[in-house]
């Protein structure tokens, strides 16, 4: 299985924090996603990471990848109560995307 | 566009009823996926579809459950009989090739 398995299973801070989530997985892959999702909709992409790629940065996102270590970082700078969600990675090799738990976060303003 | 439509939003049934749920994915969308997610068991993906073909339906639990989609617009996930422990939402995405997916925003359904 390539599922990503996310770690904290659940995460609190403060506003103005940054929050940190982290994704391993086990088989090689094409590329990793990242999702929100809200309490009561569905999931909702947030950023790609390709395999040969390291790094990749959108607005206050910062996703990193280590394939040598098969695991990515998702980083939420300056966090907002509106951040508070459920985030999820997703990995795909020869599957479709396949989706760990996720990561509850709770941003307390 | 709209985004993925499912219908309906909610579902309340009772056990051994048949149960039909539908999607309609994002025009020129390749790829149709159903999902079920649980506290329990997390996102759990059930069968996807690539150009109206089911190409995997390994995640499908069991004979209870079947999936169509006769034409790019539209696709129906079916159970019956339906059980208690099929009360989950579910999730119709649809994608471009490989690309991000796009969810519509589930049918929470309760098997009483």
């Known amino acids: 299985s390539q599922q990503g398995e996310e770690d904290p299973q659940a995460l609190s801070i403060q506003e103005g924090e940054n929050a940190t989530m982290n994704c391993s997985y086990k088989?090689?892959?094409?590329?990793l996603q990242w999702y929100r999702q809200n309490s009561g909709r569905g999931l909702v992409h947030l950023i790609l990471?390709?395999?040969?790629?390291r790094e990749k940065h959108s607005g206050r996102l910062r996703v990193t990848l280590d394939t040598s270590k098969k695991s990515s970082s998702l980083l939420i700078t300056a966090s907002r109560a509106a951040d508070t969600a459920s985030y999820f990675c997703?990995?795909?090799?020869?599957?479709?995307?396949?989706f760990g738990k996720g990561t509850r976060l709770s941003v307390i303003a | 566009d709209a985004g993925v439509i499912q219908s309906p939003r909610h579902e309340v049934t009772e056990m051994g009823q048949e149960v039909t749920l539908r999607c309609k994915p994002i025009?020129?969308?390749?790829?149709l996926f159903w999902y079920r997610q649980t506290m329990m068991r997390g996102l759990e993906l059930l069968i996807y579809?690539?150009?109206?073909?089911?190409?995997?339906d390994s995640g499908m639990p069991e004979d209870r459950f079947s999936a169509k989609m006769p034409n790019a617009s539209f696709s129906t996930l079916k159970i019956q009989p339906s059980e208690p422990r099929d009360s989950a939402v579910y999730f119709c995405?649809?994608?471009?090739?490989?690309?991000?997916?796009?969810f519509g925003p589930g049918t929470r359904l309760t098997v009483l």
């Open positions: 995405a649809s994608s471009e090739l490989d690309n991000e997916q796009f």
């Open positions: 088989t090689s892959i094409n590329n």
């Open positions: 990471i390709r395999s040969n790629e």
């Open positions: 997703a990995t795909d090799g020869n599957t479709p995307l396949v």
């Open positions: 025009s020129g969308h390749d790829y």
């Open positions: 579809f690539n150009n109206n073909v089911p190409i995997d």
